[in-house]
Each structure stands twice: as C-alpha cells, then as structure tokens.
C-alpha cells in the first residue's frame, strides 16, 4: 500500500513587536528612581554610623619641633671636611654642633718618632694657606730649647716672607668670600697675583706650597740673585690690585647688605672664648702679637695694627684688606734693610755643612749624613712659643727629654677657638664660615 509522504513544516519564530516608545522610557525611568532610592537609603544608613565632628572636642595642638640639618661634610664652604649639625628654629640657627677631626692625621703623635729636622714638614701641612708662618712657630721653639738665635740676615728673611704668606693667605680668605656671593672678578684678578707669589716661594725653596725653608737655626738657602729685585716690582704693583679689590667690594651694595651686622661678635665674647688675630681685632680689641710679644726683627719694623670696632664680617673683611697694605709696608723695609751675612748659625752641630765642604772634606760628608740620619740632640725643658699668623695666634708647646727626637709637640692652631660662634641666621652661615677661614685641619 502506497503510504503518502508527510510534509514537513517549517516554524518560523517571529519576534515580539517592539515596545513603544513611551513604554520604555516609562521603564527606564522607574528603574532610574528605584536606584536611587536605595543608594539614598545606603548613605543615610551610612551617615547616621558616622558621629559629627562638632560633637567631639578639637584636636590637641601638636608642638612643633626645631628641624636639625647637616651642614657638610662635603660642602664647598667648609673649607675642608667640616661637619655641621644645625638645629633651626624657622631660619634661625639655634644650635650648632661641629664635628671635627675629619681631617684628623695623627700629626703630634708622628712627630714624636721623628727628629726635630724631619718634624719640620708636618707643619706645613697643618694650615696649607700659612705655611712659613707655621715653620717659623717652630723653628723659634726649637731654637729657644737650643738657647740660639738665627743670623740677622735670616731673621730679616723670615720677615719678609713671613708677611708675604700674609698676604696669600688674605686673598684666599677674601676672594673666595666674595666668589660664595657672586662676585668672580676679584677671585681670578688676586689669584694671579697669588701666583706670581708661589713663583717667589719656588725660587727660595724649590716648591710651591709645602716649602720647609724657614728651619731652626735659620733658613734653609740664601735668596737667589735677582728675587729682591723682583719682590720689590711686585709690591709695587700689588698696591694697586688692592685699590682696584676694594673698588670692587667696599662700597658695593650686595657685598654690605651680606656683611654688615653679619656674624657680630662683641669685645667681651671674643676675650672669653679665646679669640685671636682678625677675629680678635674686628671686635675692637687691639691684640697683635708681632707689637706686644715681637719676634725675629719685627721689633725693628714699621707699621699699623688694623681694628675694626663692630665685630661683623664687614670689619673682618676691612682688617684683612688693612693688613695686606701694612704686609706690603713691612716688605718695603724688610728689602731696604736686608743685610749681607750668613743665613744659618754657626754651629756645626745644628747647621749642615756647606755643599763646597762636602766636595772637598770626607768629615764634611759624614757630618751631613749623620746630621740628617740621626739627628742634633736638645736639652732638656719645654717651652711654647706662639706667632702671629694670618689667622690668629699658632702656638707650639715642645718638651724635649735630651734626646734627638720631640717628646711631646702640642699644637695651638687659632681656628679651634673660632668654632664658637652662636645665634646666626642660616642663610648666613656659609658668610660667616668665610669670614673667619677656618682649615680643617688645624681644628683636629
């Protein structure tokens, strides 16, 4: 039987009709409403957890604390590895403590394994800026054990280089002072003057800075021919490099307006924390150890002691300028009354034999070698003999126990004493660091 074939359907879906327009923003809106009914009811839940502000007591003032920052080591104005740790009340510096030692190399204790010759080279490097000046404390101690006194020649030598090391170590005080501020014109124009004085302590000695010419019994060579000539061309010149340095600084309105009333020291706390030199005098207190305890042949020179008489950086910097001018006058007689003579005394015991004698005399020979091996014995005692150096008093304690090597060898250097400055603003701090020039390591 034929069985007819079925017919398949096919079910098409059809879509609803879409929503009016009307209907769905009628939706959209409802459910827009009922959200915001329940986040409204979420932060009323929430705010009602949350205590007001007015209902509790105000907080407790907090006492603010003075900031403590480190000034150095490694900072350009610290003439050194200075440490300082400032406590500050807003700008105002109200406490500060200095770390020292640094730079400490164990000088004195060194010394004591040298002989009193090869101690000589230590002090050089003490105050780098002040080198003759730091050999002659020496030598004038070592020379008091030895109850001797150098040839006239040598000690008019001594005095002329001494003030010559015055006037380097002033430039580099003042011009890099006044570089700190902004002003590099006086730093570059008196460096070149400071280098034609290195050609002066390189013509004398054989070196530039560490120069180990003044020694005990006199200095080590005689001036080469020539040099007086040409020291006396350049105080000439000099006094008009000093004219043209304070043009550019004495009256300038920046430079006063950083120094003046910068950094006051009075008379009486000058006195009381042991104050010398430049720092000493510009607080008005006339002190000035080459007047009131002369040595070698400033007795017999001419000049004037610079005061200032407010105790600022401003007066500190007229004393220096003052004391280069009395330096150069004391050059002037220090050339025209140089006289002719030996420059060593005449003790074959302290003083090496002539290099002529050594060429000719075996005795000679030995005489130098054991001279610079072992040593010249000093007799027993001590002193301390002190001078005026450009920053203040240098003094030397030496004790001798009769044998050819320094017992003990103390070291009064001036910048210690001028770490003692209180109550000063800070952005102050880095002018009056310049103007009392301390050398770090002279303060270990």
């Avoid at 079925?6 to 879409?18: A, E, G, I, S, Y």
């Avoid at 009340?89 to 004195?108: A, F, N, Q, W, Y």
């Avoid at 770490?419 to 770090?440: A, G, R």
Wanted: charged share 25%.
């Amino acid at each position: 039987v034929h069985k007819p074939r079925l017919r398949q359907l096919t079910l098409l879906v059809v879509p609803p009709p879409p929503l009016s327009l009307s209907l769905s923003l009628s939706l959209s809106l409802s459910l827009s409403l009922s959200l915001s009914r329940s986040r409204k009811h979420t932060y009323a839940h929430t705010m009602r957890k949350t205590p007001h502000l007015n209902n509790k007591d105000p907080p407790a003032e907090k006492e603010v604390s003075n900031l403590t920052i480190n000034f150095g080591p490694q900072h350009p104005a610290a003439h050194g590895v200075l440490r300082l740790v400032m406590e500050l009340s807003g700008e105002s510096v109200k406490k500060c403590d200095p770390h020292i030692g640094l730079l400490h190399r164990g000088t004195e204790k060194l010394i004591e394994y040298k002989t009193y010759l090869q101690a000589l080279p230590y002090f050089d490097r003490l105050d780098y800026v002040s080198m003759m000046c730091n050999e002659q404390a020496y030598s004038l101690a070592v020379e008091k054990l030895l109850n001797i006194q150098a040839p006239p020649r040598a000690q008019w030598i001594r005095v002329l280089y001494g003030e010559m090391t015055r006037i380097l170590n002033h430039i580099m005080g003042i011009t890099t002072h006044a570089l700190d501020i902004g002003a590099m014109t006086p730093f570059f124009w008196m460096f070149e003057e400071r280098e034609k004085m290195f050609e002066f302590y390189e013509r004398v000695s054989g070196a530039r800075m560490h120069a180990a010419y003044v020694r005990p019994g006199g200095v080590h060579q005689d001036l080469p021919l020539g040099l007086m000539d040409d020291i006396y061309e350049w105080c000439k010149n000099f006094s008009i490099r000093i004219d043209e340095l304070e043009e550019m600084l004495t009256n300038n309105r920046i430079w006063r307006n950083r120094t003046i009333d910068i950094g006051v020291i009075g008379a009486e706390d000058a006195l009381n924390y042991g104050f010398s030199g430049v720092m000493l005098r510009g607080s008005g207190i006339k002190w000035d150890l080459r007047k009131s305890q002369p040595y070698d042949k400033y007795d017999e020179v001419d000049f004037d002691v610079a005061v200032g008489s407010n105790g600022d950086c401003y007066d500190r910097y007229l004393c220096r300028v003052e004391e280069m001018r009395q330096s150069l006058h004391i050059m002037h007689q220090c050339l025209n009354k140089m006289p002719a003579g030996e420059i060593k005394v005449d003790d074959a015991k302290i003083a090496p034999p002539k290099r002529s004698e050594m060429k000719t005399s075996m005795e000679s020979l030995i005489h130098h070698f054991k001279l610079y091996t072992e040593g010249y014995q000093v007799p027993p005692g001590a002193t301390y003999t002190a001078v005026e150096a450009p920053k203040g008093e240098f003094g030397v304690y030496l004790v001798s126990d009769g044998s050819s090597r320094p017992y003990r060898c103390k070291i009064k250097a001036p910048g210690f004493a001028h770490l003692v400055i209180k109550s000063f603003d800070y952005y102050d701090s880095v002018m009056i660091i310049y103007s009392t020039i301390i050398i770090c390591s002279t303060i270990k």
